[in-house]
C-alpha cells in the first residue's frame, strides 16, 4: 500500500488509539461556526504530522479538517479512521475525498448514534441499574460503571475499525478513488441540502386578498418548491461566506434583517 510519492503507509495501532484517545475531548472546542471541526483536528494532529514530513501539506491537510463537522462523537471515530486511511495512503490528493466522506457519513451516523447510544440503550439499562442501585443494590451503580468503560474502550479501537474501512477503499477503488469522490460528494450535498429545511425555519404570514377570497403566499410558495424561503437565505449566506464576510458580521445581518421583516410583517 503507497500514498504518493511512493511513501508507504506510517499510521500503526499506537498512532490511532491515541487518536481515538484524544478524540474524548471532542465537545470542549465546540462553536457555532465550525461545530466539532477543531475538536477533529485536534485529535487527527499527531496522526498527519507522521503523515506528512512537508510542513506546507500539513497546514493544508489541517486546514480542510477545520472545516465545519458535526457528527455523533461515539460513532465519529470511524470517520477519523476512514479518512486518516485515505490521507496515509494518497496523502494530500485525497483532501477532497476526505472531505467529502465526513460530510456524507457524519448525518447517517449522528441518527444511528444518537438513537441508540444517546437514547435507547441509557434508557433501558439507565432505568434498571437506576432501579436496582435506589433498593440499594451495588450492582446497579457497578454495572452503570462497566457500561461506560466498555464504550470507552470501543470508543477507541472503532478510529482503527474505520480505519481498515478506509483502507478496505483504497484497495478495492485504486484509481478509480476520483468516481468514490463524486460519489461522496453528491451525498455530502444532499445531506446537506435535506439539513435546510430541518435546521432554517423561515416562512411569510403575508396574505393576498381579493374580495372575499385569500391566498396565502407561503402556500403558493410551496406549490412552486418547498422550503423555498429557507434555500434562498442558505444559498445567500453561503454566498456571503464565499466573499469573505466574517461569521460575526453574517449573524448580525441575519438578526437585524430578520428583526425588520418581523417588525413588517413580511417573515416568521
Excluded at 503523515?51 to 470511524?78: G, Q, R, V
Excluded at 478509480?176 to 435546510?196: D, E, P, Q
Excluded at 416562512?203 to 393576498?208: A, C, D, G, Q, S
Aim: hydrophobic share 50%; glycine share 8%.
Amino acid at each position: 500500500m503507497t500514498m504518493n510519492k511512493e511513501k508507504k503507509a506510517v499510521l500503526t495501532n499506537k498512532d490511532l488509539n491515541q487518536v481515538g484517545r484524544r478524540w474524548f475531548m471532542s465537545i470542549e472546542t465546540f462553536n457555532y461556526e465550525t461545530q466539532l471541526a477543531g475538536s477533529y483536528a485536534y485529535a487527527v494532529l499527531p496522526a498527519l504530522r507522521k503523515i506528512y514530513s512537508d510542513d506546507a501539506e500539513l497546514t493544508e491537510s489541517m486546514d480542510n479538517h477545520f472545516k465545519y463537522f458535526n457528527c455523533m462523537p461515539w460513532l465519529t471515530n470511524l470517520i477519523l479512521g476512514a479518512t486518516l486511511a485515505l490521507e496515509d495512503n494518497q496523502g494530500i490528493q485525497a483532501k477532497d475525498a476526505v472531505q467529502d466522506l465526513k460530510v456524507s457519513l457524519m448525518g447517517p451516523l449522528s441518527g444511528i448514534g444518537d438513537s441508540i447510544f444517546f437514547i435507547l440503550i441509557p434508557t433501558i439499562l439507565g432505568s434498571i441499574t437506576a432501579y436496582m442501585a435506589q433498593e440499594g443494590n451495588p450492582l446497579g451503580m457497578i454495572v452503570w460503571c462497566i457500561y461506560g468503560i466498555v464504550i470507552a474502550c470501543i470508543r477507541i479501537k472503532s478510529v482503527t475499525w474505520g480505519y481498515r474501512g478506509g483502507l478496505k477503499i483504497v484497495n478495492e477503488l485504486g484509481k478509480k478513488l476520483s468516481v468514490f469522490t463524486n460519489s461522496i460528494s453528491a451525498m455530502g450535498l444532499t445531506v446537506v441540502g435535506a439539513l435546510i429545511p430541518s435546521l432554517v425555519k423561515v416562512t411569510t404570514p403575508l396574505v393576498f386578498k381579493m374580495g372575499e377570497v385569500t391566498q396565502e403566499v407561503q402556500t403558493i410558495l410551496d406549490t412552486i418548491m418547498p422550503a423555498m424561503i429557507p434555500a434562498i437565505f442558505t444559498f445567500i449566506a453561503y454566498k456571503l461566506l464565499g466573499k469573505n464576510v466574517k461569521i460575526s458580521w453574517l449573524i448580525l445581518i441575519i438578526i437585524v434583517f430578520s428583526w425588520i421583516c418581523a417588525a413588517f410583517g413580511v417573515l416568521a
